[in-house]
């Protein structure tokens, strides 16, 4: 028997080496059903079903093996993952409250915030915004956490709450003092010098300068710099995903200077120190955790975000938010919502290219009854579930489409929601796998309509669904992240756009779309597509607008 455990072991060892995980587990399973309290089994077992994803399995072996008193701190860190993996916040506070004393610090600073991605109820939503203002609280109170950026880093801490109908400018300020006052290198103060250089100089930073959201939406703008007045430079992490080849383009033109930055933190500040810039431009704020701390510094005279994460970020430090005329109409109430002063470009703030790809056929074009929302499972409010029940209750032919996460847990998540209100419907929902670029613009096209989530909604997405022009039915409030598609329309010039003010003329619209006879839903297409050919896609005066407010805001914050 021992002999045979012993060849069975040193087998799931090899597979294990050979990166064949799947085999392995079933070795070490084997092996867990003839010693089950061997804590070398344990270990592997829980390694192998770490690697297979079968996160389940690995919380309950890990607490298997605790309750044989075999816990081990890393252990306890990979449970906490795992847990993390589940979307199971309720579990993560608990084991953080008890195991305090054996593990990474910066959990201490976690368990102020921590949250689900996906809310199973606006009460679950309120219990964690209220413990965690209370929590927040106390801790800036107490002052007592020391941490180092990158021994201890944690995700930027306002991003879920985003996804909310609620005005962040309170608790944004609350966890930026909380983050500031939990990392001693972000209470860094530097000199920065008046600068005389021949042309403006500013620095772009992202972490998503390649084929993502961010650089779709804002790459057009950079480029389009005037460089007779604008000295542009581009830094990057360099994260096995590179950089858009356009970039590379315009460097060897010596249109712009691309600087990767390092990995350590001190390392990036003085790379971006060095550079003596007069503009600090973020995209984005909030999506990033490995540049998210950056903007805590003054690292030039003038630091400006837009809405690549559309949230204000409650930092002193940025000075600015730019916006847009479409999209803030009442600007003293706007600015309500922001701890920076609001730039407002006169059109959306984006030179947005229209896709290259080969369309379709019109006949793909034409089917009704098919509703879609495209977007990443965590902008599915509670109260979206209703739009989606009644839709199903009224439409008896409606085929309702998600795209499913790469976190498997956030489509279950929603699945059970839904089921849980709408049991005698949910065969008309399906979620789908991921798709390619090209086939997720497809998949818009083949549409009838398309869902835009409620408080936090498309962006990006509808600019490409402008390729074919399917309509988006918008529910906007007062915030910006909900706001963008109402914008679109707006710049389009759409004539009577599905812009709605309550969930019945949203559920209502959106019936009506789906069911217009199939050369109707492809005129409309076609009108849509042609609006956004003609004041959506490559807008020359979007771009002359965004240039005009730097050079304003250059000028001025030199006199």
């Known amino acids: 028997m021992q002999k045979s455990s012993e060849i069975l072991f040193q087998k799931g060892i090899d597979h294990f080496k050979n990166k064949n995980f799947k085999e392995s587990e079933k070795c070490f399973e084997n092996l867990k059903n003839i010693l089950p309290s061997n804590k070398d089994v344990l270990k592997n077992l829980i390694i192998c079903y770490f690697h297979n994803k079968k996160f389940e399995s690995c919380e309950k072996t890990i607490e298997e093996m605790f309750s044989l008193g075999n816990k081990e701190n890393k252990f306890i860190e990979l449970l906490l993952l795992i847990l993390k993996q589940q979307d199971k916040a309720d579990k993560i506070l608990k084991l953080i409250a008890k195991e305090k004393k054996n593990i990474n610090p910066k959990y201490n600073l976690l368990e102020k915030f921590e949250r689900s991605a996906i809310p199973m109820s606006n009460e679950e939503l309120d219990d964690f915004r209220q413990k965690t203002s209370n929590k927040v609280d106390g801790a800036i109170a107490e002052n007592a956490i020391n941490l180092k950026i990158d021994e201890h880093l944690l995700d930027p801490p306002l991003f879920y709450y985003s996804y909310e109908k609620k005005n962040n400018l309170e608790l944004s300020k609350k966890l930026h003092i909380l983050i500031r006052n939990s990392y001693p290198e972000l209470q860094q103060n530097f000199q920065i010098e008046n600068i005389e250089n021949k042309k403006i100089k500013i620095g772009f930073i992202s972490e998503f300068f390649f084929n993502h959201t961010i650089s779709k939406l804002f790459k057009g703008l950079i480029l389009g710099l005037d460089t007779s007045i604008f000295d542009i430079n581009i830094f990057y992490l360099d994260n096995n995903k590179g950089l858009d080849h356009e970039f590379f383009e315009n460097e060897k033109k010596k249109l712009l ?13 003085d790379t971006i120190l060095k550079e003596k810039l007069d503009t600090i431009f973020y995209p984005d704020i909030g999506f990033s ?47 309500k919502h922001y701890s920076e002063k609001l730039l407002l470009c006169d059109f959306l703030p984006m030179y947005y290219s229209k896709p290259t790809i080969k369309k379709i056929s019109d006949e793909d074009l034409q089917s009704n009854n098919i509703y879609s929302c495209p977007q990443t499972m965590f902008k599915l409010h509670p109260d979206f579930d209703e739009i989606i029940s009644r839709i199903c209750k009224e439409d008896k032919k409606a085929k309702i489409y998600f795209i499913k996460s790469k976190e498997e847990i956030f489509s279950k998540k929603i699945y059970k929601r839904l089921k ?23 998949h818009c096209g083949r549409a009838s309509v398309l869902l835009d989530p409620l408080y936090f909604g498309a962006g990006n997405s509808f600019h490409e669904s402008m390729f074919y022009g399917t309509a988006t039915v918008t529910m906007p409030t007062n915030f910006l992240r909900s706001k963008i598609v109402e914008g679109a329309y707006k710049q389009m010039e759409i004539i009577d756009p599905p812009i709605v003010k309550t969930i019945d003329e949203y559920v209502s619209s959106a019936i009506k779309l789906a069911n217009l006879n199939p050369k109707k839903i492809l005129e409309k297409k076609k009108y849509y597509e042609n609006c956004a050919d003609k004041n959506l896609f490559e807008n020359e005066k979007a771009l002359k607008s965004f240039q005009n407010i730097l050079i304003e805001v250059c000028k001025k914050n030199k006199s």
């Open 257 to 269: 200077k691309i600087i990767p930055l390092p990995k350590e933190f001190n390392k990036k500040v």
């Open 289 to 335: 955790t490995k540049l998210y701390y950056l903007t805590f510094l003054r690292l030039a005279k003038i630091q400006i975000t837009s809405w690549g994460h559309p949230e204000t970020t409650g930092n002193p430090n940025i000075d600015y938010f730019l916006s847009s005329k479409l999209l803030e109409t009442n600007f003293d109430n706007a600015q």
């Open 420 to 442: 849980e209100k709408m049991p005698n419907f949910i065969d008309q929902v399906t979620f789908i796998n991921s798709l390619s670029g090209e086939e997720y613009i497809h």
